[in-house]
């Protein structure tokens, strides 16, 4: 069984969200923050999360104040901010640390399986994503500047998969 | 001047007619912008720019062809007779078109040429150059049509500050790190570590070079961040179809060896470009941890909250970089142990002259070891004060400390080496780091028992501490800022508390005979008065590992005072008074005293008399009473010299309320 299946993060209530639930579906993780110039790409993100959601696509948003200090609400301001201004409807987790001694261990496994720009593993800045397929795998990773809607063919294929 | 439509129509000509000969365009172009600069109206040079901009953009291969001389002609625009410097930089219709003809050249210009003029443009940028160019602009003004904006009157306070140099020199570094950066990503090779490496060479020079005097150094460091988060390596593909002689292999291994290049050059601008902008920035990081230990809140003004802010960035550079910064910082403290593990020690040394040699050598043992660290490195590294100030960093955004454990040694080693080297030259000079390494020794003394830091302090050589005393007292003194000296006085003291009785007071007499620095002596007569009077508390004489009784008592970050004592229990000074130490401040009591016969006095010799009797007023019960007669009777002899009345006023009260404690 992938390693990606054994983690299991928190949700924005603090209640455990295991990935084990995740098996045989599409999972696309991004790094959010609210007040980040790539914000506007949750209203992307959410268009895939509709289209696809019932063909097996799992989007989850890992809010996160290390970028600029772009992220600095509570866990329930930053879903109320979500469903408010982009109506996302996805998971948006308990906020973590991607990089340094605190990251969380999701982001310590998604790295190690797919380096950004240059090989380093460090997550460069917010809306970094990482595409995983239906076997835990960690498909491809794209960098902030990515639009979602451009990863709508990949995402189509891996379900398909 | 020809009118300017003319001229135009001429320009419009010239990229028809020129357009394969470079040579004779770049002169006609140089020609016009000259003569549209000199006598132009500021109207006239906006009509210019406007259609030169539109010639760009319909002839791509013009612009291609002569990217040597674009750049450096058109940042002539940018002069105070065409940009109002008091304004923002969107109500300048000049440098808007400036850099939009930027942008055309960064997309249309032939990149490693391009790339080229733009590192040389940026490596010669100087604050000193700007000056001389605006001083012989404003001379050439006087014949000038040329219509000048500038307003003192109107300057806002957003740029009360910023000359006209200033201005330009910032103006003119955004737009050629823009242009460099986009280059970057347009020059088709296989090796793209070696424009990365030539343009990030060009960056530091400029950096260097200026960043001690440019005004809002934020500036700077957010062009920096911009780069090193934004750069992306130029596509190899072309390079590879052209060059179908390399093997799949030598591919990958080029390409690997080309990533790794790119990260060790990258990570280093982001080092050493942190350590470089911050030079002349007093940290706050040891001012942050002593209102922890004192339990005040912490907060950071306008300008230092913004400092802090890009600092985070970087730091989150750092770990998106995959720097490990605790790793790192290992390093630089194994390396400052290294440069110092050497020394000998005292008992080895035959002599008190033998030992003054080796004191000078230490003073210079950083020094020589960061010229040598210069001549030796040959690949691209990380910073070794970039990840000290990272360190500290660490501790503004998280509250803990990177490495609690660390040792007092390694803390003064760290503190020798990190500041030592600016006594030689100015280069090495750096506020932040300086606030990072005081802060290391904050932690360092509050993290471990007092037992503990007594024996590791008495384990260095006494001139290694002499050393460290002097550098920290002489740093300290020259401190403008009130809060950061007086958190370094506390610190300072506090060190003093802990080392060997007989090296502090050896220290104190030294400074107090030989400083130049009538004031220098008076702070160290203010810490000695304290040493001499207040007691060790139980626990520390006991040598208790007792951790929370010791932190607490150093959160009040107080000396122990009389009242403090438990009762019945026998406790000492941390400077015993002794016959031999009483004559030895007696006798340099009376040569400050002397000095009210001196026409030239100053103020501040005077304030040292008036120490001095605060001194022995706080002591009198310890004291000789003869020498404190001698005292008393030399100042009253003497004091009608004093030519400052309010001053004298207060020695004479101080003399009198010394006599009232001798009967």
């Known amino acids: 069984m992938s390693e990606f299946y054994k983690l299991t993060p928190k949700d924005k209530k603090g209640e455990d969200y295991p990935f084990s639930q995740l098996k045989g579906k599409v999972v696309l993780i991004v790094n959010v923050a609210s007040k980040c110039g790539f914000t506007p790409q949750y209203k992307e993100l959410e268009a895939l999360y509709e289209k696809y959601n019932d063909k097996g696509l799992v989007i989850i948003g890992f809010p996160c104040n290390q970028f600029g200090h772009q992220e600095p609400g509570t866990d329930e301001e930053i879903g109320q901010f979500c469903q408010l201004n982009y109506g996302v409807t996805f998971p948006i987790m308990k906020k973590i640390d991607v990089n340094g001694k605190n990251e969380d261990p999701v982001y310590g496994f998604l790295k190690s399986q797919k380096s950004g720009i240059l090989g380093f593993k460090g997550i460069k800045w917010n809306f970094e994503k990482f595409l995983v397929d239906k076997n835990g795998k960690v498909y491809e990773r794209y960098a902030s500047l990515t639009k979602p809607s451009s990863i709508d063919e990949t995402i189509a294929t891996l379900l398909k998969e | 001047m020809a009118n300017v439509n003319d001229i135009i129509a001429d320009l419009v000509n010239a990229f028809d007619e020129y357009s394969d000969d470079s040579v004779s365009l770049t002169a006609i172009l140089e020609m016009y912008i000259d003569q549209i600069n000199m006598d132009g109206e500021i109207d006239d040079k906006e ?211 080309e990533l790794a290049s790119q990260r060790r050059i990258l990570r280093n601008l982001c080092t050493i470009g942190l350590e470089t902008c911050l030079k002349a920035i007093n940290g706050r990081t040891d001012v942050k941890y002593f209102y922890f230990l004192s339990n005040t809140e912490f907060t950071l003004a306008g300008f230092y909250k913004d400092i802090s ?248 970050l107080k000396i122990n005072s009389k009242k403090n004592e438990g009762a019945g229990v026998e406790s000492q000074v941390y400077v015993e008074v002794s016959e031999e130490r009483m004559n030895e401040i007696h006798h340099l009591a009376l040569r400050a005293i002397n000095s009210l016969e001196e026409e030239k006095t100053t103020r501040a010799n005077i304030i040292l008399i008036l120490n001095y009797l605060e001194f022995f007023n706080g002591l009198h019960s310890e004291w000789d009473k003869s020498l404190l007669q001698s005292i008393h009777d030399e100042i009253e002899d003497k004091v009608e010299n004093c030519s400052d009345e309010d001053l004298k006023k207060q020695i004479k009260d101080a003399n009198v309320k010394l006599y009232g404690l001798i009967q």
């Open chain 2, 309 to 556: 802010e890009v600092n985070s960035r970087f730091f989150n550079l750092a770990l998106s970089f995959d720097i490990d910064i605790k790793k790192e910082f290992l390093e630089c403290v194994k390396t400052s142990h290294d440069i110092y593990k050497g020394l000998p020690k005292d008992s080895s040394i035959g002599s008190e002259e033998a030992k003054k040699l080796i004191q000078q050598t230490v003073y210079k043992l950083a020094y020589s070891y960061e010229l040598q660290r210069i001549a030796k490195h040959k690949n691209v590294q990380l910073d070794p004060l970039g990840i000290v100030i990272l360190s500290g960093v660490y501790y503004m955004e998280t509250d803990k400390h990177l490495y609690p454990q660390i040792t007092v040694k390694d803390a003064i080693y760290l503190y020798l080496r990190c500041t030592t080297p600016s006594l030689f030259s100015k280069f090495y000079e750096n506020f932040s780091v300086e606030s990072v390494v005081r802060y290391w020794l904050w932690v360092s003394i509050t993290n471990h028992s007092s037992a503990v830091l007594r024996k590791e302090l008495e384990e260095l050589p006494s001139y290694l501490l002499t050393t460290f005393l002097q550098t920290f007292l002489s740093k300290n003194c020259k401190q403008p800022n009130e809060e950061i000296r007086m958190v370094s006085f506390t610190l300072f003291t506090r060190i003093l508390c802990l080392i060997p009785e007989a090296v502090t007071f050896k220290f104190i007499l030294e400074t107090l005979t030989a400083s130049s620095y009538p004031h220098v002596k008076s702070s160290v007569l203010g810490i000695l008065k304290d040493l001499m009077s207040k007691r060790r508390s139980c626990q520390d004489l006991c040598a208790n590992d007792n951790d929370e009784a010791l932190s607490n008592s150093l959160a009040k």
């Open chain 2, 47 to 257: 009509q210019f720019l406007t259609a030169l901009l539109g010639l760009m953009k319909d002839h791509p291969d013009v612009v291609a062809r002569i990217s040597w001389d674009f750049p450096k002609e058109i940042l002539k625009f940018l002069t105070t007779a065409n940009v109002d410097v008091t304004k923002r930089l969107g109500y300048s219709v000049i440098i808007s078109l400036v850099m939009k003809c930027f942008n055309e050249i960064a997309f249309s210009a032939e990149p490693k040429e391009c790339l080229l003029t733009g590192c040389e443009l940026l490596s010669n940028l100087s604050l000193e150059n700007e000056n001389i160019e605006l001083e012989m602009e404003q001379g050439d003004h006087t014949n000038s049509k040329g219509q000048t904006h500038y307003s003192s009157a109107e300057i806002g306070k957003y740029h009360a500050e910023r000359t006209p140099a200033d201005f330009f020199v910032s103006v003119k570094m955004y737009i050629l790190f823009e242009l460099i950066g986009t280059t970057l990503q347009r020059i088709p090779t296989l090796n793209p570590s070696k424009y990365l490496g030539l343009a990030t060479s060009a960056m530091i020079r400029f950096i260097k070079a200026n960043c001690d005097g440019i005004n809002d150094v934020r500036i700077v460091m957010r062009r920096i961040f911009s780069f090193c988060r934004n750069y992306v390596p130029p596509d190899t593909s072309l390079c590879v179809i052209k060059d179908r002689s390399l093997t799949k292999e030598d591919l990958i291994r080029i390409e690997e060896r």
